[in-house]
């Protein structure tokens, strides 16, 4: 089959065409709906959503909305893909477990193609809404509002679990912590993970005693870069507004990089026995605060950072130290961020190969400390095949994120001419994994059903009750 050929499948449903993407297109998503065909997407028997593999010669890495979707068990996502909204609402609303789980080393990219009102929406019971701690989450544009449920985070942990990579550069997110987990970040006891904003709009509300960004309840904030977009940051009760989570002994600040065009509005919780959370730094604390990182803003007029309240009038810092309701060395106590001129930077350079191009989301040189991150795009007609020495089958494009970069780099990346052949591996992490919770598998798709090139995308949806996915 020809890259160009355009697949067009109507059974009761609305037309699907599929041109480097797979259309998922449905009226409902009822118990028994068996051997519905899309592509090769199937709606098996007891509305299950199985993604398996694309159309012989098509690199399908983006799976593309055609209705409404709602579920109530959580996603699995097992093989690294974008997903886009095209205008239309995803919600997932989880009674018990969690709503999005990134297996290990996926990625999963979030767009929409055409927005309005739309949203993907994930309320979880208990856990992470979307759990980022093994995976990459990257956002483009859109929609998304997400609530964690106990112990986890909306956006990365759950508890005792890290943020993982979080990537932000476009759209509008809400993320709402549960109990003890950040907004955006880590779940209890969990820290912040590497996030990284370059653009787009972000409300993130810590649970108790979670950040608003950074870590869950006595957690630290982990590696933090804010470089784009605006930013409204409120640590839950002792948490910072962006840095580290509240408790008897209080989270780090983590590494906090500010810089470039983006608007802070940090606000840390208040606590009525405790002290309060930084604007921007360490949690609030019973005794021991965490300590202060490296901090490094360019412009305190693009911040506005505010310490909460604690008992006895224990404030947490603007900028600084969480408040403690103990005689605690450093508690509540301002600290001067370091300015972008005085901090080390280091040169970015790429090589790149014929048939695509890599795109730094900082310009070279980068502050010693911060978070890079990278897009790397293949032209037409032909996908990635290494990047950083990695082989990567199946992919049209990937972003990711180096961490706290303390030296120089150089990105490399690889193309090849897309002719429908090749391994099952979408993007790192594809492969085989255990048991996850709600009962979900995830299975390896290799060679396809039909021995065709794998979309490398295993969804799972399971409306209703609770069941293995046979593959």
Same mark, same amino acid.
């Given at each position: 089959?020809?890259?160009?050929?355009?697949?067009?499948?109507?059974?009761?449903?609305?037309? $699907?065409?599929?041109?480097?993407?797979?259309?998922?297109?449905?009226?409902?998503?009822?118990?028994?709906?068996?051997?519905?065909?899309?592509?090769?997407?199937?709606?098996?028997?007891?509305?299950?959503?199985?993604?398996?593999?694309?159309?012989?010669? $098509?690199?399908?890495?983006?799976?593309?909305?055609?209705?409404?979707?709602?579920?109530?068990?959580?996603?699995?996502?097992?093989?690294?893909?974008?997903?886009?909204?095209?205008?239309?609402?995803?919600?997932?609303?989880?009674?018990?477990?969690?709503?999005?789980?990134?297996?290990?080393?996926?990625?999963?990219?979030?767009?929409?193609?055409?927005?309005?009102?739309?949203?993907?929406?994930?309320?979880?019971?208990?856990?992470?809404?979307?759990?980022?701690?093994?995976?990459?989450?990257?956002?483009?544009?859109?929609?998304?509002?997400?609530?964690?449920?106990?112990?986890?985070?909306?956006?990365?942990?759950?508890?005792?679990?890290?943020?993982?990579?979080?990537?932000?550069?476009?759209?509008?997110?809400?993320?709402? %912590?549960?109990?003890?987990?950040?907004?955006?970040?880590?779940?209890?006891?969990?820290?912040?993970?590497?996030?990284?904003?370059?653009?787009?709009?972000?409300?993130?509300?810590?649970?108790?005693?979670?950040?608003?960004?950074?870590?869950?309840?006595?957690?630290?904030?982990?590696?933090?870069?804010?470089?784009?977009?605006?930013?409204?940051?409120?640590?839950?009760?002792?948490?910072?507004?962006? %840095?580290?989570?509240?408790?008897?002994?209080?989270?780090?600040?983590?590494?906090?990089?500010?810089?470039?065009?983006?608007?802070?509005?940090?606000?840390?919780?208040?606590?009525?026995?405790?002290? %309060?959370?930084?604007?921007?730094?360490?949690?609030?604390?019973?005794?021991?605060?965490?300590?202060?990182?490296?901090?490094?803003?360019?412009?305190?007029?693009?911040?506005?950072?505010?310490?909460?309240?604690?008992? %006895?009038?224990?404030?947490?810092?603007?900028?600084?130290?969480?408040?403690?309701?103990?005689?605690?060395?450093?508690?509540?106590?301002?600290?001067?961020?370091?300015?972008?001129?005085?901090?080390?930077?280091?040169?970015?350079?790429?090589?790149?190969?014929?048939?695509?191009?890599?795109?730094?989301?900082?310009?070279?040189?980068?502050?010693?400390?911060?978070?890079? $991150?990278?897009?790397?795009?293949?032209?037409?007609?032909?996908?990635?095949?290494?990047?950083?020495?990695?082989?990567?089958?199946?992919?049209?494009?990937?972003?990711?994120?180096?961490?706290?970069?303390?030296?120089?780099?150089?990105?490399?990346?690889?193309?090849?001419?897309?002719?429908?052949?090749?391994?099952?591996?979408?993007?790192?992490?594809?492969?085989?994994?255990?048991?996850?919770?709600?009962?979900?598998?995830?299975?390896?798709?290799?060679?396809?059903?039909?021995?065709?090139?794998?979309?490398?995308?295993?969804?799972?949806? $399971?409306?209703?009750?609770?069941?293995?996915?046979?593959?």
């Amino acid at each position: 089959m020809k890259r160009d050929r355009l697949l067009r499948v109507s059974k009761g449903l609305s037309t $699907v065409v599929a041109r480097w993407v797979v259309v998922l297109s449905l009226f409902s998503l009822s118990a028994y709906a068996q051997g519905i065909v899309i592509g090769e997407a199937t709606i098996g028997a007891y509305g299950t959503l199985q993604i398996t593999s694309a159309s012989a010669g $098509v690199a399908a890495s983006v799976v593309k909305l055609g209705d409404d979707m709602a579920g109530t068990t959580r996603l699995a996502v097992n093989r690294s893909f974008t997903l886009d909204l095209n205008g239309y609402n995803l919600t997932i609303e989880v009674e018990q477990g969690g709503g999005i789980h990134l297996n290990s080393g996926i990625t999963l990219t979030l767009m929409d193609s055409n927005p309005g009102q739309n949203a993907l929406t994930v309320m979880s019971g208990s856990g992470a809404g979307v759990n980022t701690s093994r995976g990459t989450l990257v956002v483009e544009s859109g929609r998304v509002v997400v609530k964690g449920g106990e112990g986890g985070a909306g956006i990365g942990g759950s508890a005792g679990g890290a943020g993982g990579n979080i990537i932000l550069l476009g759209g509008t997110i809400t993320a709402t %912590g549960g109990q003890q987990g950040a907004g955006i970040g880590g779940g209890a006891g969990g820290a912040g993970g590497n996030i990284s904003m370059l653009g787009g709009t972000v409300t993130a509300t810590g649970g108790q005693q979670g950040a608003g960004i950074g870590g869950g309840a006595g957690g630290a904030g982990g590696n933090i870069s804010l470089f784009g977009g605006t930013v409204t940051a409120t640590g839950g009760q002792q948490g910072a507004g962006v %840095g580290g989570g509240g408790g008897a002994a209080s989270g780090a600040s983590g590494n906090i990089h500010i810089a470039g065009a983006v608007h802070i509005t940090a606000t840390g919780g208040n606590s009525e026995t405790q002290g %309060g959370g930084a604007g921007i730094g360490s949690g609030g604390a019973m005794g021991e605060v965490g300590r202060v990182g490296d901090m490094v803003m360019e412009a305190s007029e693009k911040v506005v950072a505010t310490g909460g309240t604690g008992v %006895g009038g224990r404030r947490g810092a603007n900028i600084g130290f969480g408040g403690s309701a103990g005689e605690v060395e450093n508690a509540g106590d301002e600290v001067q961020p370091r300015h972008t001129r005085e901090v080390e930077t280091h040169t970015i350079t790429t090589q790149v190969g014929a048939g695509g191009s890599i795109f730094l989301w900082q310009a070279s040189p980068v502050f010693d400390g911060s978070n890079l $991150v990278v897009t790397v795009t293949a032209d037409e007609g032909h996908i990635l095949h290494t990047v950083l020495g990695q082989t990567i089958s199946s992919q049209q494009k990937w972003t990711f994120v180096i961490p706290e970069v303390r030296g120089p780099q150089t990105i490399t990346a690889t193309f090849r001419e897309f002719g429908g052949e090749g391994g099952s591996n979408f993007g790192p992490g594809s492969g085989d994994y255990g048991y996850y919770e709600d009962d979900i598998f995830g299975c390896n798709t290799s060679g396809g059903p039909f021995g065709v090139a794998a979309l490398g995308v295993l969804a799972v949806f $399971v409306w209703g009750r609770r069941r293995r996915l046979l593959c």
